[in-house]
């Protein structure tokens, strides 16, 4: 477990700061863009970390990490 625990952490940083940024975006909040652009951030090194795992639940996780890294980078652009 020792060897997960940065894993772990990363993932609730992540799961917390898309939830934020979700609701950012529905409010219209005139901090879409920095929230987005964190968040993209945050998922990108959470997927990096899953990426170094082997176990397949970590692989889909850092699948799904990267691609919402790509998306909220395009949202940052965009708001």
Known sequence: MKM?????????????ICQLAAAAM?????HAKAICG??????QS?????????MEHCQQCAKA???CAQECRKMA???
């Open 4 to 16: 997960m625990a940065r894993c772990i952490a990363l993932d609730t940083d992540c799961a917390a």
């Open 26 to 30: 529905a409010r219209g909040s005139e």
């Open 38 to 43: 964190l968040c993209a951030d945050i998922c």
């Open 46 to 54: 959470c997927g990096d970390e899953c990426a170094q795992h082997d």
């Open 65 to 67: 990490c990267h691609q």
């Open 77 to 79: 652009a965009m708001a």
